[in-house]
């Protein structure tokens, strides 16, 4: 796979203006076509002339095998067109982006947990709403690291930048815990956090069909998928100049190479359909196409995804609410997929041979990729036993879908008794957990309420400790 130009994309979200710069940009180096990136930047599929692309101070570019800027990955492109925390609307996304104006070194994701279109842990550093508004859960995997940990604290919307530049700036001093991170960042800024009151909880949904025009509300979205990546510059003009004239402000590409566009008027229904015809443009693709996840510009992997496709397909195979990854040996990057087909490296002892390529299966654990936890379902297996072997995974998902919410079932009506106590401040409704104790105050986990100290104040609004009230919750 060969290293192609980026170009960074705040979140995803573009203007159509921006995105009819870019493609004129592109057709001014001599392409025909973009493709997208899995963290939703925008990538260059042939060479381009390094002198020439300078001429475009607009675009913020990452050139082959220079010093990497990352992109944010966000979940606006869910937002209000699948299920989501109630307060995290489009508008309070691209009021988050803002803030962002440096060229960040540390992959950064800003999610919601409700939805499933776009990964919440693939991340360096990784923002996930709460259900406080304008918190936020951090999980922090710094590119050392083998493992995410939460940062013990939420952060407050319009300290995210802040904290994300505070985490860069410790790379140098190789920070080996998430509680040393806690402390320099205490010391280097000013921030409103709050503290963590319960874990965060992301619930299970199928993997959304995510392609063609849909209706919510008064207004209609479509999405958009090419099967190999490459988007026509002359489509993409024209879809730009329509969006301009239905009044669209934004456009926002997937991480599944894709893109969506939001706010289409009712009335402007027909005036969509008869351009995508124009363009002879397809819009219903096969759930088992779109949810799948490759390498930009890897022809072999396109290939294998073909292949698998067309066998799923000629079997009748249903795999909704699954998807799929292709990856090789050489990626360090997370898995964000139920099912992970790993391509291994060859041997350099029989460089002279010529020999077929093998394969690992992984699946996440109860086929959830935000569990983080991927188990080995074989090794080493050829390309022509992949289907089969697919089709089984496929079936032991069926097979227990719903089997973990069950079991969660039972052990919640085993403890719907169980009461639990914490403290509630009477003026902003800060819990106060002596589980979690209180780490922006220094209070560790385990803190009984009564022993705190009696200068202790609330960490929202700094209320005295005698305003809060004891409570007794049922826990569900």
């Known amino acids: ?52 692309l300078k001429a475009f101070d607009k675009l913020l570019t990452v050139l082959p095998n220079k010093v990497r800027t990352e992109n944010i990955v966000s ?49 360096h550093i990784n923002f ?21 940990v939460m940062y013990p604290a939420l952060i407050y919307s319009w300290d995210l930048d802040k904290v994300e530049l505070a985490i860069e700036n410790m ?36 993997f959304p069909y995510y392609e063609g ?29 329509l969006c301009a004239e239905n009044k669209i402000g934004k456009i926002s590409i997937t991480p599944w190479k894709s ?13 969509w359909e008869k351009f ?37 397909d000629q079997n009748d195979i249903s795999t909704y609410g699954l998807t799929f990854g292709l990856t090789n040996y050489t990626s360090s990057a997370y898995h964000f ?39 080995m379902h074989v090794q080493d297996v050829d390309k022509v036993e992949l289907p089969g072997l697919l089709m089984e995974l496929s079936q032991l998902y069926f097979d227990q879908l719903g089997t973990e919410r069950e079991e969660t079932t039972s052990q919640d009506i085993k403890k719907e008794n169980h009461e639990e106590q914490v403290y509630q401040c009477k003026d902003c409704l800060t819990v106060y957990n002596a589980i979690y104790g209180d780490i922006t105050q220094n209070i560790p986990p385990n803190t009984p309420f009564e022993s705190l100290p009696t200068t202790y104040e609330c960490s929202l609004c700094e209320a005295p400790k005698s305003s809060f009230e004891k409570k007794t919750f049922v826990k569900a």
Request: aromatic share 12%; net charge negative; charged share 25%.
């Open 337 to 375: 997929t139920s099912v992970v087909i790993e391509k291994n490296k060859q041997s350099e002892a029989l460089s002279d041979f010529i020999i077929r390529d093998t394969y690992n299966l992984l699946y996440a654990k109860n086929f959830d990729p935000n569990t983080r936890d991927y188990i």
């Open 171 to 206: 790379l140098q001093e190789e920070p080996e815990n998430v509680e040393t991170i806690f402390e320099l960042a205490s010391d280097a800024i000013d921030t409103n956090n709050r503290t963590v009151d319960k874990p965060l909880e992301v619930p299970f949904y199928p």
């Open 75 to 123: 979940s606006y492109v869910s937002a209000d067109i699948f299920p989501n925390t109630s307060w995290l609307t489009s508008d309070r996304y691209l009021y988050v982006l803002e803030q962002f104006k440096h060229e960040l070194k540390l992959r950064v994701n800003i999610t919601d947990p409700k939805q499933r279109l776009v990964p919440l842990f693939t991340g």
């Open 259 to 271: 893109f969506i566009v939001k706010g289409i008027p009712l009335k402007a229904k027909l005036q």
């Open 1 to 52: 796979m060969k290293e192609s130009c980026r170009l960074i994309v705040n979140g995803g979200v573009l203007s159509p203006g921006e995105l009819k710069y870019i493609c004129e940009a592109a057709e001014s180096l001599g392409l025909d076509t973009i493709s997208f990136g899995s963290r939703q930047d925008i990538i260059f599929p042939e060479k381009v002339d390094k002198e020439k």
């Open 213 to 241: 025009m849909n209706r919510i509300g008064d207004k209609y979205w479509l999405g958009l998928y090419w099967r190999n990546n490459r988007y026509d510059l002359t489509f993409l003009k024209a879809m730009c100049e």
């Open 128 to 148: 996930i709403a709460s259900e406080h508004e304008d918190y936020w859960y951090l999980y922090i995997r710094l590119p050392e690291w083998k493992k995410t």
């Open 276 to 312: 995508l015809g124009k363009f002879g443009i397809n819009v219903r693709h096969s759930m088992l196409e779109l949810n799948w996840h490759l390498p930009v510009n890897d022809a072999d992997a396109l290939s294998l995804k073909k292949y698998l496709v067309a066998n799923f």
